[in-house]
């Protein structure tokens, strides 16, 4: 398919002309405690990974524990900490905190939509 400025539009849905596709990054781990979860339990689940809270995105209540965003230290695989957190007392789930990039490939065009 032509647009009438002669560039060819993107068949994937949600890309223009010049956005670049950017594969998922994951740097860090959302990390769900139950609520009945105590502290000693979320220090030994960071502890068995060697991690570190970087952010407490939600506090618990009585229907959710604590949310925490985790980092691990350089070099440490995000896939097997996730596994090995999963299994910790306590814990609800854990999943890679991921993003996706998109940029413009127009300099000119700050807010990533391209123009007609």
């Given at each position: 398919?032509?647009?009438?400025?002669?560039?060819a539009?993107?068949?994937?849905?949600?890309?223009?002309?010049g956005?670049?596709?950017?594969?998922?990054?994951?740097?860090?781990?959302?990390?769900?405690?139950?609520?009945?979860?105590?502290p000693?339990?979320?220090?030994?689940?960071?502890?068995?990974?060697?991690?570190?809270?970087?952010?407490?995105?939600?506090?618990?209540?009585?229907?959710?524990?604590?949310?925490?965003?985790?980092?691990?230290?350089?070099?440490?695989?995000?896939?097997?900490?996730?596994?090995?957190?999963?299994?910790?007392?306590?814990?609800?789930?854990?999943?890679?905190?991921?993003?996706?990039?998109?940029?413009?490939?127009?300099?000119?065009?700050?807010?990533?939509?391209?123009?007609?």
């Amino acid at each position: 398919m032509q647009a009438d400025n002669g560039n060819a539009l993107s068949e994937e849905p949600g890309f223009a002309p010049g956005m670049a596709e950017a594969a998922p990054v994951a740097t860090d781990i959302l990390l769900q405690f139950s609520p009945a979860a105590d502290p000693a339990q979320v220090k030994a689940a960071l502890q068995a990974v060697n991690g570190q809270q970087a952010e407490l995105v939600r506090a618990g209540d009585a229907e959710a524990g604590p949310l925490l965003r985790v980092e691990l230290p350089e070099g440490q695989e995000l896939q097997g900490a996730v596994e090995i957190l999963s299994q910790q007392p306590g814990v609800v789930f854990a999943e890679t905190n991921e993003f996706v990039n998109i940029a413009s490939g127009d300099a000119a065009d700050v807010s990533g939509m391209a123009e007609d």
